[in-house]
């Protein structure tokens, strides 16, 4: 199977604007997309108070309807993007598994993703995060309510002019210690396709001796230099290969997550990185990436690696 742009829908509006991401991600990097829903038959897990056995759900009208589900979808994205290869399939099995596997064959995976709401919530549903956390190939979290400046920007019902192409930045949450290449390289990339700048976001920490700059501010200057001299030299090597993008590093003393989360109010999409873990505990995303999901207000890649 050629590789995809795939997109996991359940109905929700975030599903469909995941979808209709997808779509124009898909353009961008000349690929087919590839709509899936997953969802496993289970009987009732109880009985009638009269002690008679309550006939199961046939299973035909649960596909039947995902079937539905997928074939509007379809129609509505190439009614907007008619040069675009789309396919549909309904997969058995539990959300989670069954999106895991609809990845192995994506070059990237694409969900919804809710808001955080006015009292308390999560951007990301336990499905999501599962997958989230169990997948091998980047996934782009999409919420349902952007801002007003890209739903301009995505005024283009024939699909001839991207999203992003307004200049907004990619921004990239880099962390010195681990620069994976994989993650940089889709991040520049997705700049590079959106003719868009790249905004790249590096926290630090002074050392504890400092006390803020009090005691010792010429020993903070020249730690900031070291630090601004090791992002610069990180991305050296990228900004050769794609000389077309405009970087714009930045340094920041404390943890990268607000940052980030203030950067993507005005963001095409936001990149950061997931190191690859084997173990069955915890959910695999480290604390900037977890704070970044939970209020993001554009797209959020997550690129694992090791």
Same mark, same amino acid.
């Given at each position: ?5 795939? &997109? ?7 599903s469909?604007?995941? #979808? ?15 709509? +899936? ?12 108070? @009269? ?5 199961? +759900? ?14 509007? +979808? ?19 099995g ?20 809710r ?7 999560? =951007? ?17 979290l ?22 992003g192409?307004?200049?907004h930045?990619?921004?990239?949450? =880099?962390? =010195? ?5 994989? =993650? ?13 700048p ?25 730690? #900031?230099?070291?630090?601004r ?18 970087? @714009?590093?930045q340094?920041? &003393?404390?943890?990268a ?13 936001? +990149? ?6 084997? @173990?069955?505990?915890g ?24």
């Amino acid at each position: 199977m050629p590789s995809t742009i795939t &997109v996991g829908l359940d109905g929700s509006p975030e599903s469909l604007a995941a #979808a209709e991401w997808a779509a124009r991600e898909a353009i961008l990097r000349d690929l087919p997309l590839r709509l +899936v829903n997953a969802s496993e038959w289970q009987a009732p897990a109880y009985a009638a108070a @009269s002690g008679l056995d309550i006939p199961p +759900v046939p299973r035909d009208p649960q596909h039947s309807s995902a079937r539905r589900l997928l074939d509007d +979808v379809r129609a509505c994205i190439t009614g907007r993007h008619p040069d675009l290869r789309v396919e549909v399939e309904d997969i058995d099995g539990l959300p989670v598994s069954a999106l895991l596997r609809a990845a192995e064959d994506a070059e990237l995976l694409v969900l919804g993703s809710r808001g955080l709401g006015k009292v308390a919530g999560f =951007l990301l549903g336990s499905v999501s995060l599962a997958v989230l956390a169990g997948c091998e190939r980047p996934v782009v979290l999409v919420r349902s309510a952007q801002p007003e400046w890209q739903a301009r920007a995505e005024e283009d019902p024939a699909g001839t002019r991207p999203a992003g192409t307004d200049r907004h930045d990619v921004v990239l949450g =880099l962390d =010195l210690s681990h620069p994976h290449d994989k =993650l940089l390289e889709f991040a520049f990339d997705a700049a590079s396709r959106r003719a868009a700048p790249l905004r790249v976001v590096h926290g630090w920490t002074l050392p504890p001796y400092s006390y803020g700059g009090d005691l010792v501010p010429e020993l903070d200057d020249d730690l #900031a230099r070291q630090v601004r001299r090791e992002l610069s030299t990180a991305l050296r090597p990228w900004r050769e290969k794609f000389p077309d993008v405009e970087v @714009s590093p930045q340094t920041t &003393v404390g943890g990268a997550g607000p940052h980030l989360v203030d950067a993507s109010h005005d963001a095409a999409l936001v +990149v950061v990185g997931r190191r690859t873990r084997r @173990s069955a505990v915890g959910t695999h995303i480290g604390p900037v990436t977890q704070a970044l999901l939970h209020h993001a207000a554009a797209p959020v890649a997550v690129v694992p690696h090791d």
